[in-house]
């Protein structure tokens, strides 16, 4: 059964959300079987529990539901709840977005998943012929419990040096790693926010956060920092051992962009100070930041 939510942790969710989309997923087939849509003080106030209910439903949508969510229940497990899209600023969208998705699954069936599989935000993208996605400014598929795991990230406090890169949104494109092999782009993909998935892809952030940047190889040396971490939406998310004298480079001048090789370190000490199981939250840039990396402490 679900877990209580912190309240702070709620109300954290609760305001990046503001008016969203939702679906309710059968957790054994990865198969929705209802869309809704709700603002962040409903969910502020009951939490999970509110986008499972809704007093507005029509009967029958309300006894088919409660039927589905106390089958799944009946099975010992809880519906998924995957957030579609946040963070609208009108009824008008979030309601015609609600509508779309509606029309979409009552048109197009979605088949259950493998047994032994998981379906996660974006995992099906290979069966769409389109070369890219529509920007969702970060507000884009992902199911909520992964929402609420960022949001319960400890704050990192770590003594350590450390170079921080930030990983936007995952951009498809051909790359070439510092060890020559090729990549197929840079940046975080959506799948990779639980836990399970980003250990599995922590090698593939780790070429996008050691390459190509403007940090400096000086300042990193003489603040004594050997390993970087890697993050994304403000929490870390693997920790990465700077190869010793690995540095490479390209351009010159304000063009000149370094790059290193490194090794993942995926347990240990400084690996639970830094990362752990569901990361540590970075603290609020600087008024005028715009760097995509930091050194750590930020005192320095």
Excluded at 1 to 9: E, L
Excluded at 17 to 22: A, K, M, Q, S
Excluded at 260 to 280: C, I, K, P, Q
Excluded at 290 to 299: H, I, K, L, V
Aim: include cysteine.
């Amino acid at each position: 059964m679900q877990t209580a939510i912190d309240p702070s942790v709620q109300q954290q969710v609760a305001n990046e959300l503001g008016l969203y989309v939702y679906m309710l997923v059968d957790p054994a087939t990865g198969v929705p079987f209802y869309v809704g849509k709700g603002k962040g003080e409903r969910f502020a106030s009951h939490g999970r529990e509110a986008l499972l209910t809704d007093s507005a439903e029509t009967p029958s949508n309300k006894i088919a539901k409660i039927a589905k969510i106390k089958a799944i229940r009946e099975l010992g497990a809880e519906p998924e709840i995957w957030i579609v899209r946040y963070g609208m600023r009108s009824e008008v969208e979030y309601t015609s977005v609600e509508a779309a998705c509606i029309d979409l699954l009552r048109s197009m069936p979605v088949l259950a998943r493998a047994t032994g599989t998981v379906r996660l935000p974006g995992g099906q993208a290979a069966q769409l012929t389109n070369a890219r996605r529509e920007s969702a400014k970060g507000h884009g598929i992902m199911r909520l419990q992964d929402l609420l795991d960022e949001m319960s990230a400890p704050p990192l406090e770590t003594d350590e040096p450390l170079l921080i890169v930030s990983l936007g949104a995952w951009t498809s494109s051909r790359e070439e790693a510092l060890d020559g092999s090729e990549l197929d782009g840079y940046g975080y993909k959506a799948d990779w926010l639980p836990r399970a998935e980003r250990e599995k892809h922590s090698q593939e952030i780790g070429q996008s956060a050691s390459k190509w940047f403007k940090f400096s190889e000086a300042t990193v040396e003489r603040h004594g920092i050997e390993y970087a971490v890697a993050a994304h939406r403000g929490v870390t998310r693997a920790l990465l051992r700077i190869v010793p004298g690995s540095w490479q480079h390209q351009g010159s001048g304000t063009h000149r962009r370094s790059g290193f090789r490194f090794e993942v370190v995926s347990d240990g000490a400084l690996f639970e100070e830094t990362v752990g199981a569901y990361g540590h939250r970075l603290p609020e840039k600087r008024r005028g930041e715009q760097s995509t990396f930091r050194y750590w402490p930020y005192a320095r």
